[in-house]
């Protein structure tokens, strides 16, 4: 493992506790945890499923990709975010994936892939409208909802894993995400693929892992959102055109402004006054589609 991605697990590790520490689980939040939805690792192959108590029958799904740059994060880091969620009248689905440096590409996409068709095979169980299946990504998970949707889409972009049968997203909301790999501008971002790309990031896989080569009229309509304070602010600048080229209705929000920045995916702390409007504006946006 670099050095880089160790010094990420440890610190992003210790931000999101900070963040979180006074988070209590809501009431009015009905709780599935720890289902095993594959067999690869006993650890990160499992997901929670979060439901407003107050309602009954089916509901339309989110599923949450989490970020963390590839080599961090699990569903106990994004439980708060992904309940908040569920109280805007959603079933949200919160898994764990397996991680770089120890499971490289594509054991995520097969990871999420696998969840995507254990939604559609546990709708009835679970109560998910599987025709208004929604997706949100954020920061690396950002990168992979829309690659991922990028398979869903486009039958000319071939993956090195088995596609959900059935599945579709109605909209998708990317957060702080970042959408083209070049090695020109990666900046430390290079570190994290010398560890998640089983070449280390030659030119042909960084090609293959920008959503921006494979993006068809199909691709599912999309909430976009940064801020000042991202470091990825400057990564819708090469998706929108490619959003517009392919006639794909999108929504661009910038939060926050020079005196108050906010930061890299400010929305998952949901004790902000902006996360909330954020969070809003993401399932509205959802239920236009």
């Known amino acids: 493992m670099s050095e880089y991605a160790e010094i990420i697990r440890k610190t992003f590790s210790m931000e999101d506790m900070e963040r979180d520490k006074n988070n209590q689980i809501p009431e009015d939040v009905v709780r599935y945890s720890d289902i095993r939805y594959a067999n690869h690792d006993e650890k990160w192959n499992l997901l929670d499923v979060y439901r407003p108590k107050n309602i009954k029958g089916k509901l339309p799904v989110i599923m949450s990709v989490h970020g963390g740059g590839w080599v961090y994060g699990d569903k106990n880091v994004y439980q708060w975010y992904c309940m908040n969620l569920a109280q805007r009248g959603f079933a949200v689905v919160n898994y764990s994936y397996r991680l770089a440096p120890e499971y490289q590409y594509p054991a995520s996409f097969e990871d999420t892939s696998t969840v995507a068709q254990w939604i559609i095979?546990?709708?009835?169980?679970?109560?998910?409208?599987?025709?208004?299946i929604y997706g949100v990504g954020d920061s690396a998970g950002g990168h992979m909802l829309s690659l991922f949707s990028c398979a869903l889409t486009n039958p000319?972009?071939?993956?090195?894993?088995?596609?959900?049968?059935?599945?579709?997203?109605?909209?998708i909301a990317l957060n702080c995400g970042v959408y083209e790999m070049k090695k020109e501008t990666?900046?430390?971002?290079?570190?994290?693929?010398?560890?998640?790309?089983?070449?280390?990031?030659?030119?042909?896989?960084?090609?293959?892992?920008?959503?921006?080569?494979?993006?068809?009229?199909?691709?599912?309509?999309?909430?976009?959102?940064?801020?000042?304070?991202?470091?990825?602010?400057d990564a819708p600048d090469v998706l929108i055109p490619v959003l517009k080229k392919n006639s794909v209705p999108f929504m661009y929000r910038v939060f926050g402004n020079q005196s108050n920045p906010l930061a890299h995916v400010f929305h998952c702390n949901i004790n902000l006054p902006e996360a909330k409007i954020c969070n809003d504006e993401e399932c509205n946006f959802f239920k236009e589609f």
Do not use: Q, R
């Open 121 to 132: 095979d546990h709708c009835d169980e679970y109560g998910f409208d599987t025709d208004y």
């Open 186 to 233: 990666l900046g430390d971002t290079e570190k994290l693929m010398y560890d998640y790309l089983p070449e280390h990031g030659t030119e042909n896989e960084y090609f293959n892992i920008s959503s921006v080569n494979f993006i068809t009229p199909a691709f599912p309509p999309s909430y976009i959102m940064t801020c000042p304070g991202d470091f990825l602010k």
């Open 156 to 171: 000319d972009y071939h993956v090195p894993y088995t596609l959900p049968e059935g599945f579709s997203f109605k909209a």
